[in-house]
């Protein structure tokens, strides 16, 4: 599938879905992802098992230049007709966090959507306080374009500001280019 020298992306299978619950019992992680919401835990497992196959998702698994299982990225909510889609990203493996692995992800998962599939846009929510994730959505290109205040709860009764980001693939293919 798409590669590159750090990562590669292939298809996301069942058989990756069991590593998805370790990760979900990582509580920094967890709540990066709002897993662990007052009233309501999201079961990532079954979320990721709904996504495959779906006509409005596309679903990959990370792999590290080894070959080994770290992440997984996606985009969902594809609306054909508007040409959209929204990311999600998750390395579940903390020792590859800081390492540049998931720029590198984004940056193929970009690719894919402009290239491949066609889509001039792509968005993604992202907590205000994730600043690791933040940097590599900038480095990506990706542009703030909004700030939800008091949106998303999580660890106890807390609620946190959300940014809203996107990129087009004018911007993408501008920032690819140079």
Same mark, same amino acid.
């Given at each position: ?14 058989? !990756? ?5 370790? &990760? ?16 309501? @835990?999201?079961?990532? /497992?079954?979320?990721? $098992? ?11 698994? %990370?792999? !590290? @230049? ?13 609306? &054909?007709?508007?040409?959209?889609? @929204?990311? =999600?990203?998750? %390395? *579940? $493996?903390?020792? /590859?966090?800081?390492?540049? /692995? *998931? ?14 599939? *066609? ?9 205000? =306080? ?6 590599? /959505? ?6 703030? @374009? ?6 998303? =709860? ?25």
């Amino acid at each position: 599938m798409e590669t590159n020298p750090k990562i590669r992306l292939r298809p996301f299978t069942r058989e !990756d879905l069991p590593r998805l619950q370790v &990760w979900k019992e990582d509580e920094e992680l967890a709540a990066y992802l709002g897993l662990k919401l007052p009233g309501e @835990e999201v079961d990532y /497992y079954q979320r990721c $098992e709904k996504l495959l196959g779906q006509r409005t998702s596309r679903i990959f698994a %990370i792999e !590290d @230049e080894r070959g080994q299982f770290i992440g997984e990225v996606e985009l969902n909510q594809i609306t &054909w007709r508007r040409k959209q889609a @929204e990311l =999600h990203i998750c %390395i *579940g $493996e903390r020792r /590859y966090w800081g390492k540049g /692995y *998931g720029t590198e992800a984004v940056r193929a998962i970009l690719n894919l959507a402009f290239e491949d599939m *066609g889509l001039e846009s792509v968005y993604l929510r992202v907590y205000r =306080h994730n600043r690791r994730a933040i940097r590599c /959505y900038e480095k990506c290109g990706f542009k703030k @374009e909004a700030v939800l205040r008091n949106r998303f =709860h999580s660890q106890g009764s807390r609620a946190y500001d959300v940014l809203l980001m996107s990129i087009s693939a004018a911007d993408f293919a501008a920032a690819t280019a140079s």
